[in-house]
């Protein structure tokens, strides 16, 4: 298939079917995941959609885009959008230390949980351990879709914006790994010494782990296993929660009611990428809405190409009098090779991945700091126009 046969991709379509609930916003890092989400956020709410946007970014300017003097765990009203249609936008940016003690207040008794929120490799665990921010994005999700579900909450539409990840999709695989860190073989050697109790250990055990254990108090300390044993005893009963929840989770994204949208450069790299997410959403059999490449450079003159434009600049400066035109047809010859050089990226992935619907966003001249610039990148992703 051609590259001019491919299937356009036709966001507005997506926002105006009712049926669909949740829109996730993946990629890999840098390439205006956060931006996309926000603008596809609030031109559905001006379309009539009441949308609860998820951003993971937190840098500040996007909280200034949305009107808002910061964002944080809970979601956040957004003023001055148009709600002649009826929609509404809140925006939130997620916490994850904050989620985490949520889960845990929410699944333990109040003494239970302070033990847990005050042991120290919780702290550690929650804060730092890979894995961990996407775990609570998806735990974020349910828990919106759940308010959603109860009718605690009468929003529509969730947008999502997912972890920058060096590896394609690492948030659909972190509740994996996160719970089989803490149910794993690992963990059971580190608090084999407080489940079975002083020498029963060995009886139950073996001498195999207990002298695994000693080994690993001189290495990690015994302050460290005595914080791990606390811990993995104050949560037992969760863990199977844990692994119940992020199983629901992964159903819902499966789930016909959600869309991915791949968002992507016009780079070699970043279009590697995009890729990789394809294949991994074919595989595991997520719906794709399709692959939307932002920051696409386009020339204002196309009638010039970079080669007409660089033999008129070499004239120009022969002539020594036009030193400005000259150095202004410089700039559209870069801005032209740049252009050819997106253009030659895109029909490459275009013709590779026939049948994935694929939209651009031309580069934005300036940063966007408010709504109408979230606007302005929202009528560009549409796919209308």
Same mark, same amino acid.
């Given at each position: 298939?051609?590259?001019?046969?491919?299937?356009?991709?036709?966001?507005?379509?997506?926002?105006?079917?009712?049926?669909?609930?949740?829109?996730?916003?993946?990629?890999?890092?840098?390439?205006?995941?956060?931006?996309?989400?926000?603008?596809?956020?609030?031109?559905?709410?001006?379309?009539?959609?009441?949308?609860?946007?998820?951003?993971?970014?937190?840098?500040?300017?996007?909280?200034?885009?949305?009107?808002?003097?910061?964002?944080?765990?809970?979601?956040?009203?957004?003023?001055?959008?148009?709600?002649?249609?009826?929609?509404?936008?809140?925006?939130?940016?997620?916490?994850?230390?904050?989620?985490?003690?949520?889960?845990?207040?929410?699944?333990?008794?109040?003494?239970?949980?302070?033990?847990?929120?005050?042991?120290?490799?919780?702290?550690?665990?929650?804060?730092?351990?890979?894995?961990?921010?996407?775990?609570?994005?998806?735990?974020?999700?349910?828990?919106?879709?759940?308010?959603?579900?109860?009718?605690?909450?009468?929003?529509?539409?969730?947008?999502?914006?997912?972890?920058?990840?060096?590896?394609?999709?690492?948030?659909?695989?972190?509740?994996?790994?996160?719970?089989?860190?803490?149910?794993?073989?690992?963990?059971?050697?580190?608090?084999?010494?407080?489940?079975?109790?002083?020498?029963?250990?060995?009886?139950?055990?073996?001498?195999?782990?207990?002298?695994?254990?000693?080994?690993?108090?001189?290495?990690?300390?015994?302050?460290? =296993?005595?914080? +791990?044993?606390?811990? #993995? !005893?104050? &949560?037992?009963?969760?863990?199977? $929660?844990?692994?119940? @929840?992020?199983?629901?989770?992964?159903?819902?994204?499966?789930?016909?009611?959600?869309?991915?949208?791949?968002?992507?450069?016009?780079?070699?790299?970043?279009?590697?990428?995009?890729?990789?997410?394809?294949?991994?959403?074919?595989?595991?059999?997520?719906?794709?809405?399709?692959?939307?490449?932002?920051?696409?450079?386009?020339?204002?003159?196309?009638?010039?190409?970079?080669?007409?434009?660089?033999?008129?600049?070499?004239?120009?400066?022969?002539?020594?009098?036009?030193?400005?035109?000259?150095? =202004?047809?410089? +700039?559209?010859?870069? #801005? !032209?090779? &740049?252009?050819?050089?997106?253009? $030659?990226?895109?029909? @490459?992935?275009?013709?590779?991945?026939?049948?994935?619907?694929?939209?651009?966003?031309?580069?934005?001249?300036?940063?966007?700091?408010?709504?109408?610039?979230?606007?302005?990148?929202?009528?560009?992703?549409?796919?209308?126009?």
């Amino acid at each position: 298939m051609a590259a001019r046969d491919q299937a356009r991709l036709d966001l507005d379509a997506v926002l105006a079917d009712e049926e669909r609930r949740i829109i996730v916003c993946c990629g890999s890092g840098g390439v205006g995941k956060t931006t996309t989400a926000a603008a596809l956020a609030l031109r559905a709410a001006e379309q009539g959609r009441r949308v609860v946007v998820l951003t993971i970014d937190p840098a500040r300017r996007l909280a200034q885009s949305l009107g808002l003097e910061e964002l944080d765990n809970t979601p956040r009203p957004v003023e001055g959008l148009d709600t002649s249609a009826g929609g509404s936008l809140d925006a939130m940016m997620l916490d994850m230390k904050r989620t985490f003690d949520e889960v845990v207040e929410a699944h333990a008794t109040p003494d239970k949980a302070a033990q847990i929120l005050d042991n120290p490799f919780y702290i550690a665990v929650s804060s730092s351990f890979a894995g961990t921010q996407e775990y609570m994005a998806m735990e974020k999700l349910g828990q919106l879709r759940g308010q959603i579900a109860d009718g605690s909450r009468d929003w529509d539409l969730i947008v999502v914006d997912t972890p920058p990840s060096r590896s394609a999709l690492d948030f659909l695989d972190a509740p994996q790994r996160l719970g089989s860190f803490l149910d794993g073989r690992f963990i059971r050697i580190l608090t084999a010494p407080a489940k079975a109790g002083g020498r029963a250990s060995l009886k139950v055990f073996g001498a195999g782990v207990s002298l695994a254990s000693g080994i690993m108090t001189k290495l990690l300390g015994g302050d460290f =296993l005595r914080d +791990v044993q606390t811990f #993995v !005893a104050a &949560t037992d009963t969760m863990f199977g $929660g844990f692994r119940q @929840r992020a199983d629901e989770t992964y159903a819902l994204l499966a789930d016909d009611e959600t869309a991915f949208l791949v968002v992507a450069a016009p780079e070699r790299d970043a279009m590697r990428e995009a890729g990789y997410f394809i294949e991994r959403l074919s595989s595991d059999r997520m719906p794709l809405a399709g692959v939307l490449v932002n920051r696409v450079r386009l020339t204002a003159a196309k009638q010039l190409s970079a080669g007409r434009a660089e033999e008129a600049a070499a004239q120009l400066e022969a002539l020594g009098d036009h030193d400005l035109a000259a150095a =202004l047809l410089r +700039v559209h010859v870069e #801005v !032209a090779e &740049t252009a050819a050089r997106h253009r $030659g990226v895109i029909t @490459r992935f275009a013709t590779s991945h026939p049948g994935v619907p694929l939209g651009t966003v031309p580069a934005h001249p300036v940063d966007i700091h408010d709504l109408e610039g979230l606007r302005e990148i929202g009528e560009a992703i549409g796919g209308r126009s």
